[in-house]
């Protein structure tokens, strides 16, 4: 019993560390306009190296977001990035629903930017996977989902 008292504490602590706090943090809910800051890309440590993992769903199916990001529907959550991998990535879990998507990587601490209006509904920590994540709503049944951040 006293070690998981302890572990959780260490929890705690380590979810307080990751949370995102000052410079790119953005808005914790709420409505968001396209471009605006929402936070930072980082690193979960379950990666190798900084990134942004960006997905786009219709529902519980992922939907390759590389169309939208090309053909301006979608805004690119970071400035000029690398594409480090694409929707049919060999880490990309495409067509599994959570968590399809891209990876791309600007610079560690990069702002990273709504891709479109949008409210974000989920704004949290999940070590096991994806360290800090968003989820935005954008309405029509579409959500965005911005992976691995500060």
């Known amino acids: 019993a006293a070690f998981a008292s302890v572990q959780g504490e260490i929890n705690n602590i380590l ?47 992922d939907i390759d977001p590389m169309p939208y990001l090309n053909n301006g529907t979608l805004s690119w959550p970071l400035s000029n990035p690398t594409v480090t991998q694409g929707y049919w990535g060999e880490f990309s879990h495409r067509g599994v629903g959570w968590p399809g998507g891209i990876d791309m990587s600007q610079y560690f601490g990069a702002p990273v930017r709504a891709a479109a209006d949008g409210t974000i509904i989920f704004n949290g920590y999940n070590g096991a996977t994806f360290g800090h994540y968003i989820i935005m709503n954008h309405g029509n049944g579409l959500q965005t989902l911005y992976a691995h951040m500060q």
Do not use: D, M
């Not at 709420?30 to 219709?58: A, E, M, P």
């Open 15 to 61: 979810a307080a560390q990751r949370a995102p706090s000052g410079g790119n943090s953005g808005p914790a809910y709420g409505n968001v306009k396209r471009g605006q800051v929402i936070g930072s890309q980082g690193n979960s440590g379950y990666s190798f190296g900084s990134h942004l993992h960006f997905g786009l769903y219709r529902g519980s199916q």
